[in-house]
């Protein structure tokens, strides 16, 4: 279980800190965006959520909860970005983390 907690975490918050610290590069990416504060609040979520993930990871502790959390938030982010990328209301690259987010929820699945 660690090297998926480990590899969700630093995914989850690499790409968190990555909006709050480089809004611009992160739009040219994925897509302008209308609410900054949004994109930050979710940011600031994905690096709480990969930070405990990491943390897990390091001290090998895999509680049910955290399992649940790390199942969740793959579930959740994957069920946003399949429809509202089939709704073209947001970019097609989010596929590629709608993808990531597949093996997130199938590793822990397995494991």
């Known amino acids: 279980m660690t090297a998926g907690a480990l590899a969700q975490g630093l995914y989850y918050f690499i ?3 990555w909006a709050l610290l480089h809004i611009e590069s992160f739009q040219k990416v994925t897509g302008p ?5 949004l994109v930050k609040t979710i940011g600031l979520m994905l690096m709480g959520i990969g930070g405990g993930l990491i943390f897990a990871g390091v001290r090998q502790q895999f ?7 790390a199942i969740a938030s793959a579930a959740a982010l994957l069920a946003v970005e399949v429809v509202y990328v089939y709704k073209g209301v947001i970019s097609p690259v ?8 597949t093996v997130f929820i199938i590793w822990w699945l397995v494991h």
């Open 94 to 101: 989010y596929g590629l983390d709608a993808a990531a987010e």
């Open 33 to 37: 965006k209308t609410d900054l504060w």
């Open 15 to 17: 790409s968190g800190a």
């Open 63 to 69: 509680d049910p909860a955290l399992v649940f959390i």
